[in-house]
């Protein structure tokens, strides 16, 4: 299954997104970076990140669609915001959504 073709020039396994594709599907000029990777690891698998690129595992056609209608949601003036009254203390642990998928991105993100 892994390597199959899905929509939108995704395929099954690991994709690598760019902040210019999130910029294009969100038709925006900037987006705080660390603060959308904060937001989509509730909604999505991230294996790594960088300053401008992170890698999602999409494993199907309908998980790709809810991962791109959740980018089209962020909304940056809320999630900046959340980002950085979480990164101040280890609360998030207990309540973040995606902390059991990943903690190890949600932990390098908060350093």
């Not at 904060?38 to 991962?67: C, M, P, R």
Request: charged content about 25%; overall charge positive; glycine content about 6%.
């Amino acid at each position: 299954m892994n390597g199959q073709k899905l929509s939108h020039g995704f395929s099954c396994g690991v994709n690598n997104i760019t902040i210019t594709k999130i910029l294009k599907w969100r038709n925006s000029r900037d987006i705080g970076w660390k603060a959308f990777l904060w937001y989509i690891a509730d909604y999505a698998t991230i294996v790594d990140f960088g300053e401008n690129w992170f890698k999602v595992h999409i494993v199907s056609d309908k998980q790709l669609n809810f991962f791109y209608n959740k980018v089209i949601e962020y909304q940056s003036e809320i999630w900046e915001q959340n980002y950085e009254v979480d990164i101040k203390n280890e609360l998030w642990k207990d309540h973040k959504r995606g902390t059991e998928k990943n903690l190890k991105i949600l932990l390098k993100l908060s350093e």
